[in-house]
Every structure is written in structure tokens, then in C-alpha cells.
């Protein structure tokens, strides 16, 4: 009798500990998106106006810097999906515009990483973002930060991995144009 219990009891935990896990990949994912229309919003706000909307508590000494560290956390973040990637360099070739747009579309979506490692890639691109800004700025502007990329929204978006044809198609339309 004491054996089956304890073996549910594993079972249990088990479960327990495989759910938190996803939970925690969730957030995480979440979180990385937020930063990553946060910076998107901020650097293509910036590129238009020359000013820094919703200034997380940058003064204009540290503008520059900071404005380097939103590209090269950009950067970190759409190397696989920009438009100079591979995937976009693909998707705009004249030689393949005989295929169809689907085609065209499925063929150019494959050359990003599968979806673990896509996810894993734009966490780390996440943690590295955070700790540039918490270690230049302070943890004050990163907690600001933080804040507003709650509310930040950008045309340009993560991929994620359950797309339909329309989806994908409208992905790599804002993404490569």
C-alpha cells in the first residue's frame, strides 16, 4: 500500500515541477517579447523624431550610449529575422518570385532556428539586454524600463512558432520590407 502512494506522490511532484516549468518558459518568453517592442518602438521612435519618448530616466550625457545599447540589443534579438537576414534576403530574391507567395513564405520562415532554440536565443537576448541596461544605468532605469515595455507596442513582432500561411506571410511583409 505505502508504494503506490509514494509513487503518486512522485507523479504529483513530477507534474508539478513540469507545469512550473512551462509556466516559467511562458513568462519568459512574455518578458522577452515586451523588451523587444519596447526597443523596436523606442529605436524607431527615435530614428523619426531625435527624441527619446517615454525616457526611462536617461539623461542626455548617456543618450548615445544608450541608443547603441537599444541597437545592439536589437540586434541580439532579430539577427535571425531582420531584414538582412537570410530568411529576408530569401524572401525579397527575384529569383524566387515564380514560386508562390506560400511557397515563397514556408521556404523563408525555415531558415530561422526551430522554435526551442529561437526561444532560448531571444531569452538570452532578454537577460543580456537587462543586465546591459541595470549594469550602465542602474537598476532604477531598468525597473522604468521595465514598466513602460508593458504598454510599448511595435509594428514588429518575435516569431512565434504556430503561424497560419496569412500570418507568417504578414510576419515576413513587415519584417523584410
Known amino acids: 500500500m505505502r508504494k503506490p502512494l509514494l509513487a503518486a506522490r512522485a507523479a504529483c511532484f513530477a507534474l508539478l515541477l513540469l507545469v512550473s516549468g512551462l509556466l516559467v518558459a511562458a513568462e519568459d518568453a512574455a ?34 550610449y544608450f541608443i547603441a545599447l537599444l541597437e545592439e540589443a536589437y540586434q541580439g534579438f532579430s539577427r535571425d529575422f531582420n531584414s538582412e537576414s537570410a530568411m ?33 536565443k531571444i531569452n538570452s537576448a532578454n537577460v543580456y539586454f537587462k543586465e546591459a541596461v541595470e549594469d550602465q544605468f542602474g537598476r532604477i532605469v531598468l525597473d522604468n524600463i521595465n514598466v513602460t515595455k508593458q504598454n510599448s507596442v511595435s509594428y514588429q513582432q518575435l516569431p512565434p512558432s504556430g503561424f497560419d500561411e496569412a500570418a507568417m506571410i504578414n510576419f515576413l511583409d513587415a519584417m523584410c520590407s
Open 88 to 120: 529576408c534576403r530569401f524572401y525579397r530574391d527575384p529569383e524566387n518570385g515564380r514560386m508562390t507567395i506560400e511557397d515563397r513564405a514556408q521556404l523563408s520562415y525555415s531558415f530561422l532556428r526551430d522554435p526551442i532554440d529561437r526561444l532560448e
Open 31 to 64: 518578458d522577452a517579447g515586451a523588451s523587444f517592442n519596447y526597443i523596436a518602438s523606442t529605436l524607431q521612435t527615435f530614428r523619426g523624431s531625435g527624441r527619446l519618448v517615454n525616457n526611462p530616466g536617461i539623461d542626455g550625457a548617456d543618450l548615445e
